[in-house]
C-alpha cells in the first residue's frame, strides 16, 4: 500500500479542531451588536498577530480583544464578549483524527497551526499531546502561516522535502503559499476532502 508523498502536513483549527460559538452569539444578540463582531476583533492581524508568533500571552490577547471592543460596546459587554470568546468550549472532529491515523501507517503527520502559546495544552485537553510525530506551532517558532519558512520547518522535521509533503489547511492563502513551495495542497472544506487527498495506491507507481 501506498501514498503519493512522504509526509502528510496538517491545519489543527477549522480542519482538526471546531468551536463551539453558541454564548458568543446570544450574547453578541443581547447586546445589539453586529454578528460575528467579536471574532472579527479578535482575528483581526493587530489583535491576534502577536499572540500567534508568541509575542503576547493568550491573556494579553484577551485584554486586547476587550479594549478593541470597548470602542464599539460598554467595556462590561465587551469583557464578557472577550470572556466567552476565549473561553469557548472545543472538540476535535474524530472522523479527521482517523483519516490522519491511518495516512500515520504509512508516513508521518506533522500539526502546523498558527497557535498561541496555549496550544500544546490544548492538545493535552485533548488527550492529542502525543498524537502527531511533531507540532510546528507559529508561536513557538515565531512565523505564521502563510510565511514559506514555516512550511519549510515542517517538511524538515518530517525529514521530507516540500515536494514530497501533503498539505491540508482550510484558509486558501494557506493553501497557495504550500504549492508555491511545491507542495501538493488541499484546500479542506469537508470530510471528502480530506479521504480524497489520503487514498491509498495499491502498489507505488512505476517511475519514468
Given at each position: 500500500m501506498y501514498l503519493p508523498f512522504d509526509a502528510v502536513l496538517c491545519d489543527f483549527d477549522g480542519v482538526i479542531r471546531f468551536y463551539d460559538q453558541?454564548?458568543?452569539?446570544?450574547?453578541?444578540?443581547?447586546?445589539?451588536?453586529?454578528?460575528?463582531?467579536?471574532?472579527?476583533?479578535?482575528?483581526?492581524?493587530?489583535?491576534?498577530?502577536?499572540?500567534?508568533?508568541?509575542?503576547?500571552?493568550?491573556e494579553q490577547w484577551a485584554d486586547s480583544v476587550i479594549a478593541e471592543l470597548a470602542t464599539q460596546v460598554p467595556s462590561e459587554q465587551a469583557r464578557k464578549l472577550a470572556e466567552a470568546f476565549a473561553g469557548a468550549p472545543f472538540?476535535?472532529?474524530?472522523?479527521?483524527?482517523?483519516?490522519?491515523?491511518?495516512?500515520?501507517?504509512?508516513?508521518?503527520?506533522?500539526?502546523?497551526?498558527?497557535?498561541?502559546?496555549q496550544l500544546e495544552?490544548?492538545?493535552?485537553?485533548?488527550?492529542?499531546?502525543?498524537?502527531?510525530?511533531?507540532?510546528?506551532?507559529?508561536?513557538?517558532?515565531?512565523?505564521?502561516?502563510?510565511?514559506?519558512?514555516?512550511?519549510?520547518?515542517?517538511?524538515?522535521?518530517?525529514?521530507a522535502s516540500p515536494q514530497r509533503c501533503l498539505f491540508v489547511d482550510d484558509r486558501a492563502e494557506n493553501v497557495e503559499a504550500a504549492v508555491a513551495l511545491g507542495m501538493t495542497g488541499v484546500l479542506y472544506r469537508e470530510m471528502a476532502d480530506l479521504q480524497r487527498a489520503l487514498a491509498v495506491s495499491p502498489s507505488r507507481p512505476a517511475m519514468d
Open positions: 453558541a454564548e458568543v452569539a446570544e450574547l453578541e444578540g443581547t447586546f445589539g451588536v453586529e454578528p460575528g463582531v467579536t471574532a472579527r476583533v479578535a482575528f483581526a492581524p493587530h489583535i491576534d498577530g502577536p499572540a500567534l508568533l508568541g509575542k503576547a500571552t493568550v472538540w476535535a472532529d474524530q472522523s479527521v483524527l482517523d483519516e490522519l491515523r491511518q495516512a500515520q501507517t504509512h508516513v508521518p503527520v506533522v500539526l502546523v497551526s498558527n497557535a498561541t502559546l495544552e490544548d492538545l493535552v485537553g485533548l488527550g492529542l499531546a502525543h498524537f502527531f510525530d511533531d507540532v510546528v506551532s507559529s508561536a513557538r517558532v515565531g512565523l505564521a502561516k502563510p510565511d514559506p519558512r514555516i512550511y519549510q520547518i515542517a517538511a524538515e522535521r518530517a525529514g
